[in-house]
């Protein structure tokens, strides 16, 4: 009888239906709570203040129904800061993702050099971003800069790139390859790994040449890394702010480099207009959810 | 023994197997290639050799002479930077906040995840779902109710200003990698531990968490760095200088000295350099941390 009565407890508890909802209840509660204060309710709110003229004191009164969104997007600076999200994304594509995509291949094997290598191209991405915008604010200053410096050093006047409209943002995105080409190299060197040393060897014996080895035999082994690197990327490039706010401080030279993150700063965090600014986070969240949701069904069903 | 490997385990080899392995081939198999690599090289490492080395120069010299070695070494320039408070308070602000960013970090996503990852409740799939949704977007989006919550909640110019919004902010990553690497434990480790008599609690402290380490470990490092290096939550949550991480700290330095490059230069050095030396210190953890949430499981 009592043996009965321990093996049926026992039983029950390993089916764990009990305990485990005990102890479900203890562990999950302090994450479900964070969670919700300080990332889930703000969004909520964002929502809420959007449509609302609202200095931050006392309660959002004032509605003015679609008036921040209809005042956003006739604002000439915010639609040049949606282009410039359109460029990072559009550089982050066709420049760095191939340059990471090259330079992995290069370093796939354990030649020469390889470790060494790898480790410097992976150095600038564990720098803060607000270092390597002050980096190349010294870099493409007119005055002491280096790059103004080889310029006068071949005969040409010198170069004020970041005070110069037209160019003051080809300078970012400079700088935003530079940063981030290493984190994508390392994602591709790590797919590389796991793709079927036979494979190559089989292509070999056919007599595939170099060329056809990486695009019959690399890049259909890597596709689900090089996927991933752009959702990476297209995620990333909406919410660049930290190398504006060094590079040109506040979105100069005549408000060309914003992007929408600085932009939210700029006109909403230090002029204190919650609502306008609240908006203006209403669309970054939606262009997020939007591209991780549509990238997701599009193209990442079978991962 | 079962094999208790699991995908981060490979990914943390696949990441790294080329620290430990012997070099393969001839060295000069090809010219072109080791041409584009110094190539790009050169363009990684110049503007960082550029700003240590023009930390030691002074503003005369540097306007001229950004490329060689400075004639006379300017030590002052980093001495000077060396020998006042502000610096190092910065840096202990920003250890500060990235430590508990990490321990709560830890602390709050590990038995959230093993709740996900070993238990049955009702809602744990719309739970789990909810967490997840935190990673499609960033702290940008929500920063300025995010700033009236902090500051209702009486947190504003305080480091738990930073400290509790980052660890809610991590707890998506955190949860999602913590969770698929507690179930790539093999189940029988669970089961037979229930036969045995042990509860839930003491099979995730005794058993789960010690067969984690490397998975903890790079959320831990994930946690860190980004705490690290974060600059738009702290930029709208403090406003006492004395209380500001690294990153505001230098973009104040900055600031004051706007002109005197060389100074800026050096300070910009030494705020990088704790990030090198930890890089250099730990690079297999460091690599495989950072490149994580590109493991599926």
């Known amino acids: 009888m009592a043996a009965t009565a321990i093996t049926l407890a026992s039983a029950r508890r390993a089916s764990g239906v009990h305990s485990g909802w005990v102890t479900a209840a203890i562990f999950l509660p302090p994450a479900i709570a964070l969670f919700t204060v300080f990332v889930i309710l703000p969004i909520g709110e964002a929502a809420w203040y959007g449509f609302f003229n609202w200095n931050g004191l006392g309660l959002p009164t004032n509605f003015v129904g679609l008036g921040n969104f209809v005042q956003l997007f006739a604002n000439k600076v915010f639609t040049r800061a949606l282009i410039n999200n359109g460029l990072i994304i559009l550089i982050s594509l066709l420049v760095q993702l191939p340059l990471a995509l090259g330079v992995a291949v290069l370093l796939a094997d354990r030649r020469f050099g390889a470790v060494t290598f790898r480790m410097i191209f992976f150095l600038p991405y564990i720098l803060a971003d607000v270092a390597a915008g002050l980096i190349w604010r010294y870099m493409f200053d007119g005055d002491y800069g280096l790059v103004s410096q080889v310029a006068t050093a071949f005969g040409f006047a010198p170069v004020y790139l970041l005070a110069d409209t037209h160019y003051a943002f080809a300078a970012v995105l400079i700088v935003i390859v530079w940063k981030y080409f290493g984190f994508h190299m390392m994602l591709y060197i790590a797919g590389m790994q796991n793709i079927d040393r036979y494979l190559y060897e089989a292509a070999a014996i056919d007599g ?72 203006v986070g209403i669309v970054i969240f939606v262009l997020c959810v939007v591209v991780a949701f549509s990238y997701k069904r599009l193209f990442m069903r079978d991962d | 023994m079962t094999d208790v490997s699991t995908a981060f385990d490979r990914h943390i080899a696949a990441t790294t197997e080329f620290l430990t392995a012997p070099v393969r081939g001839n060295p000069f198999a090809s010219l072109y290639r080791l041409l584009v690599l110094f190539l790009v090289a050169g363009l990684v490492i110049v503007p960082l050799l550029a700003t240590v080395i023009g930390g030691f120069k002074d503003l005369g010299e540097l306007r001229v002479n950004a490329f060689g070695l400075p004639r006379v070494w300017h030590w002052e320039n980093y001495w000077g930077i060396l020998s006042g408070s502000g610096y190092w308070r910065y840096l202990a602000n920003s250890l500060w906040v990235a430590g508990w960013t990490v321990f709560l970090t830890l602390a709050v996503s590990a038995p959230a995840a093993f709740a996900f990852a070993h238990l049955h409740f009702f809602g744990e799939k719309f739970l789990f779902n909810y967490l997840i949704f935190g990673l499609t977007f960033p702290f940008a989006t929500a ?19 930073i400290i509790l919004p980052q660890v809610a902010f991590y707890l998506a990553i955190s949860v999602l990698l913590l969770r698929n690497a507690f179930r790539q434990l093999p189940v029988e480790l669970v089961e037979s531990a229930l036969m045995d008599g042990c509860g839930y609690p003491r099979i995730f402290f005794s058993i789960i968490l010690p067969l984690s380490r490397p998975i903890l470990a790079a959320v831990a490092i994930i946690a860190f760095v980004m705490s690290w290096n974060n600059f738009l939550l702290p930029l709208v949550a403090l406003n006492t200088q004395t209380k500001y991480p690294w990153p505001l700290g230098l973009m104040d330095y900055q600031g004051q000295y706007m002109t005197q490059w060389n100074l800026v230069l050096a300070f910009i050095t030494l705020t990088i350099l704790p990030a090198i030396a930890m890089f250099l210190a730990a690079q297999k953890h460091i690599v495989a941390g950072l490149t994580a949430g590109a493991v599926k499981g």
């Open chain 1, 208 to 279: 595939a040449n170099a060329w056809q080895r990486f695009r019959f035999v690399t890049i259909p082994g890597l596709a689900s890394m090089i996927r991933l690197s752009i959702f990476f990327s297209l995620i990333g490039s909406l919410q660049v702010f930290d190398v504006i706010r060094a590079m040109t401080f506040d979105g100069g030279p005549l408000n060309t480099t914003h992007t929408m993150v600085s932009f939210l700063y700029i006109f909403g965090i230090t002029r204190m207009r919650v609502g306008f600014g609240s908006a």
């Open chain 2, 143 to 161: 920063i300025l109710p995010l700033f009236i919550k902090i500051r209702d909640l009486g947190l504003l110019d305080t480091p738990w200003g």
